[in-house]
């Protein structure tokens, strides 16, 4: 049977010395305090873990360091925000590219052909949930079309504003000629590796392959944990371009 259960919050000088017990160094009582302070003990827990020896004992490897976990941590929160960078633009090229091919291929309102959907039961899924979405909108553009045109919803360019990007990706996927399967495994280098593609496409005068790669000496990452292969800065995507 499971137990109450019964353990005291500790407070930041105890944490430091749990810490100190299994095995990490850490020079700076003072800033240790500080950031447990404002980054959560279980918060950074998740960065210690290829520190540790022996997860059930949880005692680090000799000569473990605050800073090596404080390093690791501030790595993945700027390749966080690298990311979002990344996704972001290439989000909102995908909505233009979708709504310019869309509209001039089948019409300014060709997200209410039905006889575009793969499924039908789907298409209407996605027309019910998009109705949703425009409903709660208070864009301008949104609040004057529907006070000057009769059509229930707006033109597909201005509707790939307001939908979400879920939605986006099952009306997507439901289009006859745009099904697309794919086999690969969004391992992270993967995962990047695409986003580097888009960017390329989207912005060819783009920073961000430079600044990834700068990201990665600056905190001396070993990238095969990320399942980057050995050879990953000499291939071709990963190169600059010339000038």
């Not at 060819?204 to 700068?214: D, E, S, T, V």
């Amino acid at each position: 049977m499971p137990t109450p259960f019964s353990k005291p919050p500790k407070t930041w000088s105890e944490q430091i010395t749990i810490l100190q017990g299994r095995g990490m160094v850490i020079p700076n009582h003072a800033e240790a305090v500080f950031y447990l302070q404002h980054l959560n003990y279980y918060r950074l827990g998740a960065y210690w873990l290829p520190f540790e020896i022996d997860h059930s004992s949880h005692s680090f490897r000799k000569g473990t360091t605050f800073e090596d976990v404080l390093n690791l941590y501030i790595f993945d929160c700027q390749l966080r925000l690298l990311v979002l960078d990344a996704i972001e633009r290439v989000e909102v090229s995908v909505r233009s590219t979708w709504a310019y091919n869309l509209a001039h291929r089948h019409g300014a309102h060709a997200h209410l052909d039905q006889s575009l959907a793969l499924r039908a039961h789907w298409w209407q899924q996605n027309i019910n949930k998009l109705t949703e979405e425009i409903g709660r909108s208070d864009e301008a553009f949104i609040q004057h079309y529907r006070h000057t045109y009769s059509e229930s919803l707006p033109p597909v360019w201005a509707v790939c504003e307001i939908m979400s990007l879920g939605l986006l990706s099952r009306w997507y996927d439901n289009l006859k000629p745009m099904q697309v399967r794919s086999d690969i495994e969004k391992q992270l280098y993967n995962s990047l590796v695409i986003l580097l593609h888009f960017m390329d496409a989207v912005d060819p005068h783009h920073q961000w392959r430079r600044a990834l790669k700068a990201l990665i000496a600056k905190h001396g990452i070993d990238v095969s944990a990320m399942d980057f292969p050995n050879n990953w800065e000499v291939l071709s995507i990963w190169r600059e371009a010339q000038p």
